[in-house]
């Protein structure tokens, strides 16, 4: 059984930054690609970034480049999301996911975590 467990949300300023982290169970972490959505209040879940088995491929939202960083741990089955110079845009409740393949498409992951808060404030 997989499950995935996220922590390191919380309450920040403006320009502050947060790593978020993703704890995962399951024999096949090594080989599976990890991904980061969110959502926020009244929207649809959105890609944030992903990353293959290896950590030698990612990919991010355009929104998020230079200014988020995922990586993975496959010796600790864990997945991270450094989060810098955070704006008040980026509140909303971040997910990780687990998927098959490199996308930005929230179906294509089919394990999901309960998600971590984070909210920013101006």
């Known amino acids: 059984q997989v499950q995935l467990v996220e922590s390191g949300g919380g309450l920040v300023q403006a320009g502050d930054s947060l790593r978020l982290s993703c704890a995962a169970s399951?024999?096949?972490?090594?080989?599976?690609?990890m991904g980061w959505f969110r959502q926020a209040p009244g929207k649809e879940r959105e890609f944030v970034a992903a990353?293959?088995?290896?950590?030698?491929?990612?990919t991010y939202a355009d929104s998020e480049k230079g200014r988020f960083t995922i990586s993975r741990d496959n010796a600790k089955n864990m997945v991270y999301l450094q989060m810098n110079n955070l704006k008040p845009e980026d509140t909303a409740i971040y997910y990780c996911?687990?998927?098959?393949?490199?996308?930005?498409?929230?179906?294509?992951?089919?394990?999901w975590g309960q998600g971590t808060q984070v909210t920013v404030s101006s």
């Open positions: 996911a687990r998927g098959a393949t490199l996308s930005i498409i929230p179906t294509h992951y089919t394990f």
């Open positions: 399951g024999r096949t972490f090594s080989s599976a690609v």
């Open positions: 990353i293959t088995w290896t950590g030698g491929s990612t």
